[in-house]
């Protein structure tokens, strides 16, 4: 919607890094 | 009026060179290529769960460890959803003519990685269930912006160009199909040639099969001519190469062998013929020349 292609990706794969730094975190330091 | 001309002239032009490119693309795929087909993120992000994997085994909490360890598997699972979805669209992209996918593997990948996501932070850490949804939505909106959508639209041949052809599109997709499947038997029987001139030869002979099967896409109005063509002369080469790699031990430098590289150099000289012979719609050349092969293949004794 209004992006480029590649700000998408790089959104995209932010995002899925972040997730995925986050719920690996909170499993550890739980 | 000039102007119109002016306009529609270079467009015209500009979508024959484009859609020679795809050709061109379509006619240099290798399967299997390495490349824009890697999800790395999907490949790489997914270890840092190993670290928790590891303290959770050594703390011994069992709950953990399998949480983890479903979560590494979901991921692992749409990495390679997606990544067989990426393949799936550069093909598609390639293409002239393409259904679309009929699963579509980034969406599933996706969702197999929001699975993922959430299995890590409900089962593992002491996330809420709305907590871990929400992980999991993101997770899998981010695969989807980072990797797309599958392609949803088949795309055929223009109305106009498949009435003056006479075929439909599936015809054409079938025919090319079919061919490319053959194509790959013959690379693959290639692969365990232990000789490097003919390697080198049926890969010659190869990618000039896919510049044909390129020009059929883009023009499909010889199909039923050139099927026929594609038909002889790509199984005789496929049983040929076949039957060559599974005696090659006894058969090199034996008077078999020479002929075996006789009938590839027809082939080769054939297809190298073929582009021509397909534009200048003539079916003579094409019976002659499935003529040719089939008596070749007689006399040499080598199918």
């Known amino acids: ?8 990706t790089g959104l995209g794969v932010a995002l899925l890094l972040l997730v995925l730094a986050i719920i690996t975190l909170r499993a550890w330091f739980t | ?10 467009a015209s032009v500009a979508r024959r060179v484009r859609s020679h490119d795809f050709g061109a693309a379509a006619a240099n ?13 999907l490949r790489i992000a997914p270890a840092m769960l190993a670290l928790p994997l590891v303290s959770g085994l050594i703390v011994g909490n069992v709950g953990d460890v399998l949480a983890f360890a479903l979560a590494l598997a979901l991921f692992y699972g749409g990495m390679v959803l997606v990544e067989q979805g990426l393949a799936r669209e550069a093909d598609y992209r390639a293409r002239q003519l393409a259904k679309a996918p009929k699963a579509p593997r980034k969406l599933l990948g996706a969702l197999a990685v929001a699975a993922g996501a959430f299995v890590c932070s409900y089962g593992a850490s002491s996330d809420g269930l709305i907590l871990a949804l929400v ?3 993101l997770a899998g909106l981010g695969c989807v912006l980072a990797y797309g959508l599958d ?4 795309k055929g041949l223009e ?8 075929v439909r599109t599936d015809q054409v997709i079938e025919a090319i199909t079919e061919a490319e499947a053959k194509l790959g038997e013959i690379e693959q029987a290639a692969a365990s040639l232990h ?26 109005s010889d199909l039923r001519r050139a099927r026929r063509f594609l038909v002889t002369y ?35 000289q054939v297809f190298a013929e073929q582009e021509e012979v397909l534009k200048r719609n003539e079916t003579m050349d094409l019976e002659v020349q499935i003529e040719v092969l089939r008596t070749q293949l007689e006399r040499e004794g080598v199918a």
């Open chain 2, 1 to 10: 009026v000039v102007d119109d001309g002016d306009s529609r002239h270079p």
């Open chain 2, 135 to 137: 992980y999991g939505a």
């Open chain 1, 1 to 8: 919607v209004g992006m480029s292609p590649r700000m998408r």
């Open chain 2, 151 to 154: 392609p949803s639209r088949d």
């Open chain 2, 159 to 166: 109305p106009e160009l498949a009435r003056r052809a006479g």
């Open chain 2, 29 to 41: 795929r290798a399967p299997g290529g390495a490349g824009p087909d890697r999800a790395w993120v």
């Open chain 2, 234 to 268: 790509l199984d005789g080469t496929r049983d040929v190469v076949k039957k060559y790699t599974q005696q090659q031990q006894d058969l090199a430098d034996t008077e078999l062998a020479a002929n075996f590289r006789h009938v590839l150099e027809t082939v080769e």
């Open chain 2, 195 to 220: 000789n490097r001139e003919l390697t080198d030869r049926l890969a010659r002979i190869v990618a000039k099969a896919r510049a044909v099967l390129a020009q059929i896409e883009q023009d499909p």
